[in-house]
T-cell receptor
Framework: SQTIHQWPATLVQPVGSPLSLECTVE??????LYWYRQAAGRGLQLLFY??????ISSEVPQNLSASRPQDRQFILSSKKLLLSDSGFYLC??????????FGPGTRLTVT | AQSVSQHNHHVILSEAASLELGCNYS??????LFWYVQYPGQHLQLLLK??????LVKGIKGFEAEFIKSKFSFNLRKPSVQWSDTAEYFC???????????FGAGTQVVVTP
């Protein structure tokens, strides 16, 4: 069966520090991968999606970037965090273009 | 702009009461529709989905949703809720071939014993 992992589960970082969040998927190949952010009291906002290694599309202008160095690995990064980057970050995968499966998420607090 | 609206942000009801959560979207053309649920401390998971065919779809745990194309709506229902239905519920729409989802803001449902 397929599983999706995210780490770390929680993270507290000062403003201006770098960020690296990792997502890996097991049990499937060539998945579509997605990064979402959920801010308090708001729904999930799509940040990035990827249909293959090295193929990244950004949905919103922001302080973050994404990379896909391997087929089942998706990384969310920042060179310098802002307070507004705080939130709950979810990674998701799909093999079908529509149905997505979500990871456990990372709670990021920027202080 | 394309959007997904959920009518209620918080709903509190007693066990055995009926639940209906509203969802409206503003996309034109063909859409795929979803309801996701996040139970406390758990992953976001799919409750049910609509791609085509019968507009009344049944999901897990006794939930169902009805797609009304003329009203751009996809409301979620459960005839009799249980305490274990306490969760946050998200409506989502996909309108492209890349599988990108647009989510509503979510509805926090609290079921009291």
């Amino acid at each position: 069966s397929q599983t999706i992992h995210q780490w770390p589960a929680t993270l507290v970082q000062p403003v201006g520090s770098p960020l690296s969040l990792e997502c890996t998927v097991e049990g499937t190949s060539n998945p579509n991968l997605y990064w979402y952010r959920q801010a308090a009291g708001r729904g999930l906002q799509l940040l990035f999606y990827s249909v293959g290694i090295g193929q990244i599309s950004s949905e919103v202008p922001q302080n973050l970037s994404a990379s896909r160095p391997q087929d089942r690995q998706f990384i969310l990064s920042s060179k310098k965090l802002l307070l507004s980057d705080s939130g709950f970050y979810l990674c998701a995968w799909s093999s079908n273009p529509s149905e997505q499966y979500f990871g456990p998420g990372t709670r990021l607090t920027v202080t | 702009a394309q959007s997904v609206s959920q009518h209620n942000h918080h709903v509190i009801l007693s066990e055995a009461a009926s639940l209906e959560l509203g969802c409206n979207y503003s996309y034109g053309g063909t859409v795929n529709l979803f309801w996701y649920v996040q139970y406390p401390g758990q992953h976001l998971q799919l409750l049910l989905k609509y791609f085509s065919g019968d507009p009344l779809v049944k999901g897990i745990k006794g939930f169902e949703a009805e797609f009304i194309k003329s009203k751009f709506s996809f409301n979620l229902r459960k005839p009799s809720v249980q305490w274990s239905d306490t969760a946050e519920y998200f409506c989502a729409v996909n309108a492209d071939s890349w599988g990108k989802l647009q989510f509503g803001a979510g509805t926090q449902v609290v079921v009291t014993p």
